[in-house]
């Protein structure tokens, strides 16, 4: 399962990077502003760097429910950069737009994903990658792992190619129980990322194995 970076901040992307751990970004208008990018030329001017940086896929989001608007929105996004992903949401607008830019060659990433029917469809539209949000899933009281599996073993089944991409991963389990599920890919916070290193039996291995190599050099 390959891991991707769920983030638009820029320093985040780069320590990811550096340790070599994300194979891709994704990118949405709420992680956008929380990095107080207001209009599409900063948009634009963040995913450059982001493209510049990783060579796998990025996702960017269009901000419309109008199948036209979304579609000069998401042909705008793929003149960025050629790894540029066009995030389209499970609606009946995103649909239409999904099966246009499928038709034009522009990868698409469905999100917003909450039902394996909703999955079918976008995989029928064409979409590179379904999205299933685990963590909203179970704010709702829902299993949301076992929307990723249940997608994932459909795609299975019937050799469909469009790839599962796990988000709306909330802690360190969820990728573990992502890739358990058959996801192909998970979209994590830096912070999970992070959490992801951290074992209390590494960092005392560590300090022993420190301490002995210090007391033999004595």
Known sequence: MKIFLDTANI??????SRLGLIQGVT???SLAAKEGIADLEDYRTCVKQVTDMVDGPVSVEVVSDDPAEMIKQGREFAT?????????PSTPSGFEAMAAMSRDGIAVNQTLCFSANQALLGAQAGAYFVSPFVGRLDDEGQDGMDLVKLIADIFKKHNIQ??????????PLHCVMAAQ????????PYKVLMQMMN???TDSGMERFTKDWMQASL
């Open 11 to 16: 320093e985040e992307i780069k320590h990811a």
């Open 27 to 29: 990118t949405n208008p």
């Open 80 to 88: 960025w950069a050629k790894n540029v992903v066009v995030k389209l």
């Open 162 to 171: 469009t790839s599962v991409l796990a988000a709306s991963i909330r802690h």
């Open 181 to 188: 599920a058959g996801a192909n890919i998970a979209t994590i």
């Open 199 to 201: 074992h209390s039996l």
